[in-house]
């Protein structure tokens, strides 16, 4: 009986010579060898005195030791608890009193006190369980927050310890209070809001929030909290994991940028010239101004790199490109769009202004004399096609292929000017 009922339980019953040196050897054996959580000693016979010995073997305490929740049940049948001391001292955590009056009532009191060591063993089998999922939630590697909504204003009950090194506050400066400490003024009220409601709802939530850490310090907090409900279907506490996304941000927004920049000039490239163009359409709507579209093609390009090669054309290039820069303006945006082509768009800028604007990067490029590394080589020129007009009379689609074919007539005139192709 008393077998079946710890099995039950999923216990495994050993019998032992208890007491004796080959039992104490055994039980060691025993336990070093299985994942053993508790023991339960009974004393059918011969009192405490043995059971001091077995418990103060040192293997013995090392399997203790290693327990998150050592669990030592000792049923003594020692009159007058004397030895309950010694024996809680020798690593024993439950000293339980069975009376032996031999026989078959014994025999009964014994089955009914193995029967409470089963059942307290199977408890706290399940806080051995809760412990060690503490210690794993402890030691991992995410910050976690595990808050209580069914406390007024959904204060924290707990936090690891990656949470402390993530905000630098100490779990006893945590606990008690609603996480929202951690947001500040650069925080994005409308993210909170919209924290704030699902979480009302009991919905699942991830964002990413700007909060400060305990010396102040800003971080992108990339913040996913899911709701855990209780065996009444209620939300009974949120767990909120919390990771440091800075660096990750700081990494994608290097990466746009280098998405939106030509790599040998450094200049804005095809892509953001494009998105340039929205925007200019854009605000000559809103202002009911004109804007302009400069089309740059370099003249004899192509001998520089036939005859010097790729590495010194692309000298050229970046020479070219930063005379250009030089002279732009502002309010006039520069992208290099392919080999040796350019453009330049132009806030508020007529046909006249455009021309005129062109004419001046002519002038920057020529006045520089040679460019690239051949100081041999005549200074760069180029010709200019320009075009304007007013959205949503024209589109800036349309202003670019206008440009374009503006840069034919120059090509056609020769090179080396400035001419604009007229609106119909
Ligand atoms: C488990 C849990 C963890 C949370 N962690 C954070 C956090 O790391 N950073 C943050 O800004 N807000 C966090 N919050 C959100 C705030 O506690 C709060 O719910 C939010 O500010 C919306 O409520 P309020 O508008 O009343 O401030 C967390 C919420 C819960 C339930």
């Not at 405490?48 to 293997?59: E, N, T």
């Amino acid at each position: 009986m008393v077998t079946g009922e710890l099995e039950r339980h999923g216990h495994e019953v050993v019998a032992l010579a208890g007491g004796t040196a080959s039992g104490a050897t055994a039980l060691v054996e025993l336990l070093v060898r299985q994942d053993v959580h508790g023991l339960v000693l009974g004393v059918p016979a011969g009192g405490p005195l043995p059971l001091l010995r077995l418990l103060g073997d040192p293997a013995l305490a090392a399997w203790r030791e290693a327990q998150a929740v050592p669990l030592v049940i000792v049923l003594t049948d020692e009159p007058d608890g004397t030895g309950d001391l010694a024996l809680l001292e020798a690593g024993a955590t439950h000293v339980w009193h069975v009376r032996s009056t031999g026989g078959a009532a014994g025999a009964m009191l014994m089955d009914v006190a193995l029967q409470y060591a089963a059942a307290a063993l199977a408890g706290e089998g399940l806080e051995r369980e809760v412990s060690l999922l503490r210690r794993m939630l402890d030691t991992a590697r995410a910050a976690f927050c595990i808050s209580d909504p069914g406390l007024p204003d959904d204060p924290v009950v707990y936090v690891n310890g990656e949470f402390e090194r993530l905000t630098g506050y100490r779990r006893e400066e945590v606990l008690g209070r609603n996480c929202r400490f951690l947001q500040g003024p650069g925080t994005d009220r409308a993210v909170v809001r919209a924290l704030g409601e699902a979480l009302r709802e009991g919905q699942p939530v991830e964002v990413e929030v700007l909060n400060y850490r305990a010396d102040g310090r800003p971080f992108w907090n990339h913040l996913a909290i899911d709701p855990v409900h209780g065996s009444d279907g209620r939300v009974s506490r949120f767990v909120g994991v919390q990771t440091d996304v800075t660096q990750r941000l700081a990494e994608l927004s290097t990466a746009e940028a280098a998405a939106l920049e030509d790599e040998l000039t450094r200049l804005p490239n095809r892509r953001a010239l494009l998105e340039e163009l929205r925007q200019a359409e854009a605000r000559a709507l809103r202002h009911e101004e004109p804007v302009a579209v400069l089309f740059i093609d370099l003249d004899g390009f192509k001998e520089v790199n036939d005859s010097h090669g790729h590495a010194a054309g692309d000298e050229v290039l970046r020479d070219v490109a930063l005379r250009l820069r030089s002279s732009v303006r502002s309010g006039e945006f520069l992208a290099r769009v392919g080999g040796d082509e350019f453009v330049v768009v132009l806030d508020r800028a007529d046909d006249d202004a455009a021309v005129a604007a062109g004419r001046r990067l002519l002038d920057a490029l020529e006045a520089g004399g040679p460019a690239g590394a051949h100081p041999d080589a005549a200074a760069p020129r180029a010709s200019i096609g320009a075009a304007s007009g007013a959205p949503p009379r024209v589109t800036l689609p349309e202003l670019v292929a206008r440009a374009d074919a503006a840069l034919y007539r120059a090509k056609a005139a020769g090179g080396g000017v400035a001419t604009a192709l007229p609106g119909a």
